[in-house]
């Protein structure tokens, strides 16, 4: 029977297309507070702060390009005969730029804004100030980008609980495993009876709950893995 495979990916997926991870040596955290930037009560205090970090973030995603791990998660939602589901932390464009269909942005994206006032949500590609009224209810100041930030509950949790639940295969690709929840989706997997495989340069926060630790870049590590996965189904 075909294996149902979940794969979560982080931004070490995207480091090769030229996006900065977070917490590795010179990531974004080293550069700007997480608390000021990326937290509700932050945005409360410095709006023009927030949106002014997520418009820089926006510009840097419009000039990106995927790189060969998104093509090959594509290629291989393209060509596995079970189902593939990408779960990705990021909220850059590059799986959707690669081909890749079913997918949940977990924190958002930042080519969506949200009102917090009507709950309307829509594309958004252009800088947000907090002068920027909400298209539907011309509201002021709760028009912000459409990502989760620390404190806030992540998106489809409940579908990515059950695909966990029902997964044969779990890959974990480019992310340091220390937020949570996508943090514990590997021991979630697991305890389903999941084969637990990370693929990063180096090792996460969830180690031990991994079967196979596939040390490398994801341009060049991602590609032969999924190469693997088609050649021996
Ligand atoms: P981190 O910066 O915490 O971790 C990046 C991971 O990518 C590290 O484990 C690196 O070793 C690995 N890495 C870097 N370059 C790589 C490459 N070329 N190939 C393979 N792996 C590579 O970033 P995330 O785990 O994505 O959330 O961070 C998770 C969440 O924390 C983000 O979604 C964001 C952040 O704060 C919010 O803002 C809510």
């Not at 507070?33 to 926006?58: I, S, W």
């Not at 305890?191 to 060049?220: C, K, M, Q, W, Y």
Request: proline share 6%.
């Amino acid at each position: 029977m075909p294996e149902r495979i979940v794969i979560l990916t982080g931004s070490g997926i995207s480091a090769e297309s030229g996006i900065s991870t977070f917490r590795d040596k010179g990531g974004i955290w080293s550069k700007y507070n997480v608390n000021d930037v990326a937290t509700p009560e932050g945005f409360a205090r410095y709006p023009k702060l927030v949106l002014d970090f997520y418009n820089m973030r926006r510009r840097i995603h419009k000039e990106v390009q995927p790189n060969p791990a998104h093509l090959a998660l594509a290629r291989l939602e393209r060509e596995y005969p079970g189902e593939v589901l990408v779960v990705t932390q990021n909220v850059d464009q590059l799986h959707e730029l690669a081909g890749t269909k079913n997918l949940i942005h977990m924190h958002g994206e930042v080519f969506r804004a949200w009102c917090m006032a009507c709950d309307a949500r829509c594309d958004w590609c252009d800088d947000l100030t907090p002068e920027t009224p909400c298209p539907a209810c011309k509201q002021t100041g709760s028009f912000r980008p459409n990502v989760v930030w620390f404190g806030e509950t992540p998106y489809h949790m409940d579908v990515i609980a059950d695909a966990l639940a029902v997964a044969s295969l779990f890959v974990s690709i480019g992310t340091s495993g220390t937020v949570y929840p996508a943090a514990g989706f590997v021991a979630l997997a697991r305890r389903s009876g999941a084969r637990t495989v990370e693929i990063n340069l180096e090792v996460s926060g969830g180690a031990r709950h991994f079967d196979e630790f596939l040390h490398g870049p994801a341009g060049t590590e991602v590609p032969r893995f999924v190469e693997r996965i088609l050649a021996a189904r």
